[in-house]
């Protein structure tokens, strides 16, 4: 049997190389996917053949991630529970897709992930290797073996030789990738505990941040993000040149207390600095391009679509038809908008649209002008009010 292991190097995924080995006496090629989480992916490679596997791949998918998986949900102003922008949910499937191709590739049986059984990403996996996948088969470990804590796993690799990281275990856990990092577990379970100052990795503390403001702008076509300050920049370059100046200004740090699919509450800390800002200077390009019944149709259709990716389901067929009506809508989303960054904040400050813009400062104006006329409201108005005067003159006469 072999199967493909989404490999990190960490303990977890050391501990799960050896225990396929042993308990499926299967030959692991360990997946490591770079989704700009930083880790050292070399390292990893040296240290899963180290530990056993057959092969050790290490693939690139930042491209992927930001211009496939990222940026479609920004156009989707994709938002769960009105504050988290998805960063670790949408990691999970491109990573799912990586495992499912190398699986094809290599010849393997089965794919592996470390994932709990109490979280989501395991949800997220596996429906995604099924879904791009329908016959193959899914090993959750945290599901089958009796290891039941980070002791059990070091007392485990030490009975096998396996080397152990001697680095200090944090008070809590984190993920990271290029949009964001979360953290939850250990100290922040108590979610009346502040977040430790120094948990913070992409982003500085607002009250050591910049004492003067920075102003940016950033520009969209079709939606998508295309520029800083004027300058075109590739998906990449652009997020990381947004998380950075996001990033130094204590932007995009958000905690919460979040509904799992799985059905459990959980406390989650986030910080995504540069999809803060493009979340916030895409929805003022749009207040000046949508229409309005458009606007807020697509409105209410975002925390379905927010649900779907939280919940695993991108590659779901209806996730794939919301996309589509998300992304007609964005055709003419076209144009700049400019933030202001000061200690945590994110303001716009100005937004502008070359040709698709629906705001006509001739009609909007308090000024006189030629193209409103104000009495036109008369009549607009007791239109509106008929229902709700018959209404009253119907209850008025039963005496309410």
Same mark, same amino acid.
């Given at each position: 049997?072999?199967?493909v292991?989404?490999?990190?190097?960490?303990?977890d995924?050391?501990?799960?190389?050896r225990?396929?080995?042993?308990t499926?006496?299967?030959d692991?090629?360990?997946?490591?996917?770079?989704v700009?989480?930083?880790? *050292?992916?070399?390292?990893? +490679?040296?240290?899963?053949?180290?530990?056993?596997?057959?092969e050790?791949?290490? *693939?690139?998918?930042?491209?992927?991630?930001?211009?496939?998986?990222?940026?479609? &949900?920004?156009?989707?102003? &994709?938002?769960?529970?009105?504050?988290?922008?998805?960063?670790?949910?949408?990691?999970?499937?491109?990573?799912?897709k990586?495992?499912v191709?190398?699986?094809?590739?290599?010849?393997?049986?089965? +794919?592996?992930?470390?994932?709990?059984?109490?979280g989501?990403? #395991?949800?997220?996996?596996?429906l995604?290797?099924?879904?791009?996948?329908?016959?193959?088969?899914?090993i959750?470990?945290?599901?089958?073996?009796?290891?039941?804590?980070r002791?059990?796993?070091?007392?485990?690799a030490e009975?096998?030789? +396996?080397?152990?990281?001697?680095? @200090?275990?944090?008070?809590?856990?984190?993920?990271?990738?290029?949009?964001?990092?979360?953290y939850?577990?250990?100290?922040?379970?108590?979610?009346? #505990?502040?977040p430790?100052?120094?948990?913070f990795?992409?982003?500085t503390?607002?009250?050591?941040? @910049?004492?003067?403001?920075?102003?940016?702008t950033?520009?969209?076509?079709?939606?998508?993000p295309?520029?800083?300050?004027?300058?075109?920049?590739? @998906?990449?370059?652009l997020?990381?040149?947004?998380?950075?100046r996001?990033?130094?200004?204590?932007?995009?740090r958000?905690?919460?207390v979040?509904?799992?699919?799985?059905?459990?509450?959980?406390?989650?800390v986030?910080?995504?600095?540069?999809?803060?800002?493009?979340?916030?200077a895409?929805r003022?390009?749009?207040?000046?391009?949508?229409?309005? *019944?458009?606007a807020?149709?697509?409105?209410?259709?975002?925390?379905?679509?927010?649900?779907?990716?939280?919940?695993?389901?991108?590659?779901? @067929?209806?996730?794939?038809a919301?996309?589509?009506?998300?992304?007609?809508?964005?055709?003419?989303?076209?144009?700049e908008?400019?933030?202001?960054l000061?200690?945590?904040?994110? #303001?716009?400050?100005?937004?502008?649209?070359?040709?698709d813009a629906?705001?006509?400062?001739?009609t909007?104006?308090?000024?006189?002008?030629?193209?409103?006329?104000?009495g036109?409201?008369t009549?607009? +108005?007791?239109?509106?009010?008929?229902?709700?005067?018959?209404?009253?003159?119907?209850?008025?006469?039963?005496?309410?």
């Amino acid at each position: 049997m072999k199967v493909v292991l989404a490999y990190s190097g960490g303990l977890d995924t050391s501990i799960i190389l050896r225990w396929l080995q042993e308990t499926y006496d299967a030959d692991v090629v360990a997946y490591t996917a770079d989704v700009g989480q930083g880790e *050292e992916v070399d390292e990893a +490679i040296e240290k899963a053949y180290a530990t056993g596997a057959v092969e050790a791949i290490a *693939e690139d998918l930042t491209e992927e991630f930001v211009s496939d998986y990222v940026f479609p &949900a920004l156009r989707a102003n &994709a938002i769960y529970e009105g504050y988290y922008l998805l960063g670790t949910s949408l990691a999970r499937p491109v990573i799912a897709k990586g495992l499912v191709d190398t699986a094809r590739r290599t010849g393997a049986d089965a +794919i592996a992930h470390g994932a709990t059984g109490k979280g989501n990403d #395991q949800v997220r996996f596996e429906l995604a290797a099924y879904a791009l996948s329908p016959g193959i088969k899914v090993i959750a470990p945290w599901r089958e073996w009796d290891l039941r804590g980070r002791q059990d796993l070091v007392d485990y690799a030490e009975a096998r030789g +396996i080397e152990v990281p001697v680095t @200090p275990e944090k008070p809590y856990s984190m993920d990271a990738n290029l949009l964001h990092v979360s953290y939850e577990g250990g100290v922040l379970e108590d979610p009346w #505990q502040e977040p430790p100052a120094d948990m913070f990795k992409m982003t500085t503390n607002p009250e050591a941040a @910049p004492d003067e403001p920075e102003y940016l702008t950033i520009g969209f076509r079709d939606g998508s993000p295309v520029s800083v300050d004027g300058t075109d920049l590739a @998906p990449v370059d652009l997020l990381t040149e947004l998380n950075a100046r996001g990033g130094r200004h204590g932007v995009g740090r958000v905690d919460i207390v979040e509904n799992r699919f799985v059905g459990i509450k959980s406390r989650g800390v986030y910080e995504t600095p540069g999809g803060t800002l493009i979340y916030h200077a895409h929805r003022a390009v749009e207040s000046l391009t949508l229409d309005r *019944e458009v606007a807020h149709l697509r409105d209410e259709l975002v925390s379905r679509y927010a649900e779907m990716v939280y919940n695993g389901f991108w590659f779901s @067929p209806e996730r794939h038809a919301l996309q589509a009506f998300m992304d007609d809508v964005q055709q003419r989303v076209n144009g700049e908008a400019r933030v202001k960054l000061y200690k945590g904040t994110a #303001q716009v400050v100005g937004r502008r649209s070359e040709g698709d813009a629906l705001y006509d400062e001739a009609t909007a104006t308090f000024e006189a002008d030629d193209v409103y006329d104000q009495g036109d409201a008369t009549g607009f +108005i007791r239109l509106q009010s008929l229902r709700l005067r018959t209404f009253a003159e119907k209850r008025l006469g039963e005496g309410e």
